[in-house]
């Protein structure tokens, strides 16, 4: 049978797990911060900020942590950079994990474009090693992983599409990409990539089946 693409690309955070804006929103909620405070810093000056160099290692955590702090203060309230960072490192999503053995085990190029910080452990950036090797896990899954932090480019930049479908040897519009963010979609569909916005898993693999043309839903 004829296939629709030939690769699923795919981002880690928000996508293979739970959102770390969930996260956010506890931490929120528990320090008396407005709605979407931490949201509201990452997305000012988004190419400049403290968020954007450290995902792209021009700056370390302990220069993010002092940073960060600054640009919330400006904003009317105390946050330290190492406090966000703490809750960065979302749960494995199983029934995603599952989408990807059936993807390998159906001769699927898969890939994965992930913007990271050099903290915790591995591309997951886990703080216990229970969860470091899980990650690691999935990690193993895919054909090739581009990480922020160590090509020192970031979504929504084109070229780090770019990378990834070079490196799959696919042509973008070969290719499906999943982000939980719509600005990281933007410039893949602008590439000619089919593109899933993921707003919870049930959601995303249902899309994914609709281009595909095929179910992965056991």
Same mark, same amino acid.
């Given at each position: 049978?004829?296939?629709?693409?030939?690769?699923?690309?795919w981002?880690f955070?928000?996508?293979?797990?739970?959102s770390?804006?969930? +996260?956010?929103?506890?931490?929120?909620?528990?320090?008396?911060?407005?709605?979407?405070?931490? #949201?509201?810093?990452?997305?000012?000056?988004?190419? $400049?900020?403290?968020? +954007?160099?450290?995902?792209?290692?021009?700056?370390?955590?302990?220069?993010?942590?002092?940073?960060?702090? +600054?640009?919330?203060?400006?904003?009317?309230?105390? =946050? #330290?950079?190492?406090?966000?960072?703490?809750?960065?490192a979302?749960?494995?999503?199983p029934?995603?994990?599952?989408?990807?053995?059936?993807?390998?085990?159906?001769?699927?190029?898969?890939?994965?474009i992930?913007?990271?910080?050099?903290?915790g452990?591995?591309?997951?950036?886990?703080?216990?090693?229970?969860?470091?090797?899980?990650?690691?896990? =999935?990690?193993?899954?895919?054909?090739?992983?581009?990480?922020?932090?160590?090509?020192?480019?970031?979504?929504?930049d084109?070229?780090?599409?770019?990378?990834?479908?070079?490196?799959?040897? =696919?042509?973008?519009?070969?290719?499906v990409?999943?982000?939980?963010?719509?600005?990281?979609?933007?410039?893949?569909?602008?590439?000619?990539m089919?593109?899933?916005? =993921? $707003?919870?898993?049930?959601? +995303?693999?249902?899309?994914?089946? $609709?281009?595909?043309?095929?179910?992965?839903?056991?």
């Amino acid at each position: 049978m004829e296939r629709n693409f030939d690769a699923v690309l795919w981002d880690f955070g928000g996508v293979i797990t739970s959102s770390p804006f969930e +996260a956010f929103a506890r931490f929120e909620a528990a320090n008396e911060l407005p709605k979407d405070f931490i #949201r509201s810093i990452n997305a000012t000056n988004p190419d $400049t900020n403290a968020w +954007a160099l450290f995902e792209r290692s021009e700056i370390d955590a302990a220069a993010f942590d002092s940073a960060f702090q +600054a640009e919330a203060e400006a904003r009317g309230h105390r =946050v #330290r950079g190492a406090d966000v960072l703490a809750l960065l490192a979302g749960d494995i999503r199983p029934e995603m994990v599952a989408v990807l053995h059936k993807l390998v085990a159906a001769g699927y190029k898969i890939g994965c474009i992930t913007n990271n910080v050099k903290t915790g452990s591995g591309a997951g950036m886990a703080r216990s090693m229970e969860k470091a090797a899980a990650v690691e896990a =999935v990690m193993a899954l895919f054909s090739h992983v581009i990480e922020s932090s160590k090509v020192g480019i970031r979504k929504p930049d084109p070229e780090i599409y770019k990378m990834a479908c070079s490196a799959l040897d =696919v042509a973008p519009a070969r290719a499906v990409f999943l982000d939980d963010l719509g600005v990281n979609l933007k410039p893949a569909r602008a590439l000619g990539m089919a593109t899933i916005k =993921v $707003t919870g898993a049930e959601q +995303a693999i249902s899309d994914l089946e $609709t281009l595909l043309g095929h179910p992965l839903h056991d």
